[in-house]
């Protein structure tokens, strides 16, 4: 019998049908976290063969305890994940210590350091924003020299746009760089255009047997240091040299069984520059937005993956899917609760959105979804009409 170890089961708690599905087909899901044990979903604990917590996931000798005690009692774990970013250097390391597949320590500069992941993109021959590392204001002169302003300033290794700012000029650069920075940052021209991503699912021989692409309405820089409200909504139709560079950029990394999540401007010219690359899931409600897209189960079919490498979903694109975010700091004309009884069948799901994420992508969150484009674009401006 397979043993997975599924670190930090409890959270997000959209991702629960991954365990419950692995359950359901057999495998041993041995919970590890640091919540209490009576605190988990009911539904949580049925599908976890045992749970073991720990004082403070992040104490990695607590961590070790865990799985050698899991490997005593249960034999050989032969898969361990979270599929959550802020756990991802975790997840690696304890794979290494305990020669589990999948992504290891020798991994994690290149995809977790911008500046390593734009060797990547130009290994696989897809331009990527020119910039680089910089560590003092006379580096940071020669770099405007090169690419003028503005300037995109963010932490080498860092999620979202946290701490991530655009620079304007050359007064905004001296006053970035008077006091020492607190992590590497590396610095970027400025491209304008939108973000498109190409997301999926990586089989256990590399293959791509999923695929989606999603459009962002602003950048998360704007959106997390302005504000905004957001929305994004996943394609009916991927374009074609996205779908191109996304593969590229699989092979490069020599994925398997695993989640992707890459980023990509898509300039006013109509040119594709690489951005950024996670190995997870998109963020947010995005797994569930896949099922709604798609009338699939992405939870079954990773779980599927897993067992017996098989993806059986058949893939046809029938819906786009938005998520639609609001902010409490915002007033908006419709009440909240209004959204599903004025579009029945396409408001689909709403829920508030964990703290965690709310900076970025909102509050209160709506998932929305139509075979028409338009119809979706005009239900969004509903939702985020002001008062």
């Given at each position: 019998m397979m043993n997975f170890v599924s670190f930090s089961p409890h959270f997000p708690t959209n991702y629960l049908p991954f365990w419950t599905n692995l359950h359901r087909m057999g495998v041993n899901v041995l919970g590890l976290a640091d919540a209490h044990y009576e605190d988990l979903n009911p539904q949580l604990k049925n599908a976890l063969t045992e749970y073991y917590r720990v004082s403070d996931a992040h104490r990695y000798d607590e961590l070790v305890r865990a799985l050698g005690y899991f490997t005593f009692h249960y034999g050989k774990m032969d898969r361990l994940e979270s599929h959550n970013e802020y756990w991802l250097e975790s997840d690696a390391r304890l794979r290494t210590d305990f020669n589990i597949p999948g992504l290891h320590t020798t991994d994690l500069a290149r995809i977790k350091r911008k500046s390593e992941m734009k060797k990547q993109f130009l290994k696989a021959g897809i331009p990527a924003a020119r910039g680089r590392v910089l560590h003092s204001l006379t580096e940071a002169r020669v770099l405007v020299d090169e690419v003028g302003f503005p300037l995109i300033a963010k932490p080498d290794i860092g999620v979202g746009a946290a701490r991530t700012y655009k620079i304007q000029n050359m007064s905004e650069l001296e006053?970035?760089?008077?006091?020492?920075?607190?992590?590497?940052y590396i610095f970027e021209e400025f491209i304008q255009g939108t973000i498109e991503t190409f997301d999926g699912l990586i089989d256990q021989d590399g293959q791509v047997v999923f695929y989606s692409s999603m459009v962002y309405s602003d950048g998360i820089m704007e959106i997390v240091n302005q504000g905004l409200d957001f929305s994004y909504t996943i394609l009916r139709e991927i374009p074609t040299d996205l779908t191109k560079a996304g593969k590229k950029l699989v092979k490069t990394y020599g994925l398997r069984e695993r989640f992707f999540h890459f980023e990509f401007f898509r300039t006013w010219e109509g040119r594709l520059i690489a951005l950024e690359v996670n190995m997870r899931p998109p963020g947010g409600l995005t797994t569930d937005?896949?099922?709604y897209a798609n009338d699939i189960d992405i939870y079954r079919e990773y779980a599927n993956?897993?067992?017996?490498?098989?993806?059986?979903?058949?893939?046809?694109?029938?819906?786009?899917?938005?998520?639609?975010?609001r902010k409490y700091a915002n007033h908006y004309l419709h009440d909240y609760r209004e959204a599903v009884a004025t579009f029945p069948g396409k408001v689909v799901h709403q829920e508030q959105i964990n703290g965690v994420f709310s900076a970025a992508i909102g509050d209160y969150g709506y998932l929305v979804r139509s075979p028409d484009r338009e119809e979706v674009r005009q239900i969004i401006a509903w939702i985020l009409q002001k008062a």
């Open positions: 006053r970035f760089f008077a006091d020492p920075l607190p992590v590497e937005m896949f099922n993956i897993v067992v017996n490498n098989c993806f059986e979903a058949r893939v046809t694109r029938p819906f786009y899917c938005a998520y639609v975010g």
